[in-house]
């Protein structure tokens, strides 16, 4: 074989062409469907267009790292154990010189590791009353607390 | 600025690449190809050279860890000692279907990019562990043992191979910090350097509108795949890079030999230490070259062994970090390796599908396999990107029937990046020409 005989896109280029116009188009057209302002907004998160749970749990971790003190050691309380799982995945990168501990780790209980922490970001869930935690500030979607430590 | 520094430290791979792909027998490519080709040997270099340093309890730097690596590009090139010099294809004046084909790339990148600056393409996986392990070791000068043991850190997938974390790593360190949306460029970045190289590589094997035209479907397939799946900023991009110019690299006349046989070898190298699926895919690209090779038997193993040495020795100091530190034994998630649960396996199929068929309406995945199917007969060398596909579809397969519950969401999230290679090598096998 010599590469003059070479095979069908060498034949039919145009068509080949033609198809990877098409693949080339289709993200292009599936973005141009949504409305204007949306395809204006310019993102905030990563994750903005991909994922919009995640992209609004990112966006309260941004929140809170204003209120925290360097290196903190924090747990994360979420309305439910895949949103907690998924911010404390996050904190993990978000906040590189930090400790996040764990109060549920993939649906599986763990007060007790996340009972170390002295820090509660609590996202769109109020921590228990039983906690014992001062308020540090509120922040979009949740607020960032101390444990108050026992007298 | 940040940003631009953390991309402009990947400027060290092609560098660190450059003593080998410099051999006068590495000629035959075009510069761009060259370029690439560099950068691709230097990122699986790099990763080599940081896990050596890892497993020898030796802090990394970044000029530590590049010189390094330069000098294992310009000790491989002693392997190639002897190999005569080669000249790439006459330069000629792009006709109107060559310009057009890039034309239709350029756009392919461009609207990656477009995606990926607009939030639209991002992996999750980046941000839930590809960062954090990245930002970890560069700050721990090293693969952070204390991290990767924390219970806590179970989902590091510690074991996972390292050339993505290490190569995120270094350009951390050469920056000073990490930089998310820098590493999620990586997607449209990659992208443009297999737009850049891969009709070069293809020329050898086509005339130079097929490779032109073949490349340009291949981009577009990724760029849409890339897309739709979110792969921007994990290890999907570079694997599909090394993976389609080490196929291509394969089907090129002139493969067998030294030259050739050593830089495949290294880019499946790369794969083989991107992600785990790209091992079975270097094993079964591999064997099919040397089976439809005619040779002595010595003159095989020689050329296994450069094929497929370069992978041998990558995964053997990944496993002996793993292995010494107590860490890993094993691609250990997927649980023990004949223990799967047949039944599922129409279950699987299905999913599989269905997962394909939502990602773009399938039609990146259709649209090469109708290419394949109208070009029509092919010649033998097309065995090997079809026997590779068929390998790495029933790999896949094979692996998502491990799970004793339902893997339907895990197939939901997964399939679509994970087949991505099959529509290449699809176009990798239409652009194959018949057996004279």
Known sequence: ?151 | MEGASWLAALVFLPAVGSPLLAHRSFGRFPFWSRVVLSGAAGAALISFSMTLLALTDRAWGVALVATLAAVLASGLRVLLRGEPATSPPEPARPDRTERIAGAIACIAVVAALLATLGGAATSVDLVFFWGAKAQQFAAARGIDLEFLRDPAHQYMHSYYPPLVSNVFAFATMAAGRFVWTAAALTFPLTLAALAASLPGVLRGLTSARAAAATSALIVATLACIGSQADIAGNADMPLYLFETLALALLLRPDAAGGPGDLLAGILFAAAATAKVEGLPFAVAAAALALWLRAGTPAGRAKAAARLLGPTAVALAAWFAFGLSRKLFSAYSEYGRFFDVHPDHATGVVAEIVKSIAATGRGLAYLIPLLCLVGSGRRGRTAAIPLGTAAALAGFLVFTYLHPAGDPAQWIGWSAPRVFAPLPVLFALAAACGRDA
């Open chain 1, 1 to 151: 074989m010599t590469p003059a005989d070479a095979g069908p896109p060498g034949r039919s280029p145009r068509l080949w062409l033609i198809a990877a116009f098409a693949l080339c188009c289709f993200p292009i057209a599936a973005r141009t469907a949504h409305p204007l302002d949306e395809q204006l907004f310019v993102p905030v998160t990563p994750l903005d267009r991909t994922d919009g749970a995640r992209a609004e749990q990112w966006a309260f971790l941004e929140a809170c790292r204003a209120h925290l003190p360097p290196q903190p050691v924090f747990t994360i309380l979420a309305e439910d154990p895949d949103t907690a799982m998924a911010l404390f995945m996050m904190a993990i990168g978000a906040y590189p010189d930090s400790l996040p501990l764990p109060t549920t780790y993939y649906g599986n209980p763990t007060p007790e590791i996340g009972a170390q922490a002295p820090l509660v970001l609590a996202y769109r869930s109020p921590p228990p009353p039983e906690w014992n935690l001062r308020l540090i500030a509120r922040v979009r979607q949740g607020a960032v607390y101390a444990r108050v430590p026992a007298p």
